[in-house]
């Protein structure tokens, strides 16, 4: 086995990337990035903490994560399982790394920064979702900026609905963890799954 274990090693593997692909990387969020922004209703929260890296969804109407400036997003955390991973490595380790998707749309937005844990009810107030203020919000302090091409979609062909999964060909949540927790019952796993999406979806 062949292990790549420095950037020397790695680049003789690829081509050098051509000046447009560097030159697009920008350190602030354009007319383009705020745009896209407010179309998404999902993006992907990358972190790092003590036991190394990690990643999270995040999701809720298109534009859910508020542009203060060219250089500062908000983005809130509704309500979820309360293990809080992530805001936990900010605390600790300050970097963060978010994916922009957008129905439809191949091109995905990367926003790279530093982030810090707000809980200022002035600043959380217009992320009030069906009547429920946030917990709290990241704000983020954009570093880089850049769309990232079609291919990783083109590939997966993600938006395409015929290649979706039937539902069945996968067991449920609740049947999942009852098989990987002792002593659970499904059907009670699922209610209170149920109940959760229900009655704290914020």
């Known amino acids: 086995m062949t292990v790549l274990a420095t950037e020397a090693a790695l680049r003789d593997c690829y ?6 692909v560097q030159r697009k990387i920008i350190p602030r969020l354009d007319q383009h990035a705020r745009a896209f922004i ?3 209703p999902f993006l ?20 859910f994560v508020h542009v203060e400036n060219d250089s500062t997003l908000l983005l809130p955390d509704r309500r ?3 293990l809080i991973d992530s805001l936990r490595n900010v605390v600790q380790h300050p970097h963060v790394g978010l994916l922009f998707l957008v129905p439809g749309i191949n091109e ?20 009030t979702a069906q009547g429920k203020l946030p917990s709290s919000a ?8 850049f769309f990232h091409c079609a291919k990783a979609m083109m590939r ?31 059907k009670a796993v699922e209610a209170v799954i149920e109940e959760g999406y229900r009655t704290r979806l914020y």
Not at 15 to 20: G, H, I, M, S, W
Not at 44 to 63: H, I, K, Q, V, Y
Not at 138 to 145: Q, S
């Open 15 to 20: 081509d050098l990337p051509n000046d447009t």
């Open 156 to 186: 997966s062909d993600l938006w395409n609905p015929e290649k979706h999964v039937p539902r069945s060909s996968f067991p449920t949540l609740g049947k999942v963890i009852a098989d990987q927790v002792a002593g659970l019952e499904v």
């Open 44 to 63: 992907t929260l990358s972190t790092s903490g003590p036991d190394g890296a990690d990643c999270s969804p995040r999701g809720d109407a298109p534009g």
């Open 138 to 145: 990241l704000e983020i302090t954009v570093r880089e900026v």
């Open 108 to 127: 995905t937005l990367r926003v790279n920064g530093t982030a810090k844990v707000i809980t200022d009810p002035a600043r959380l107030e217009p992320m």
């Open 80 to 82: 979820g399982n309360n």
């Open 38 to 40: 407010a179309l998404s």
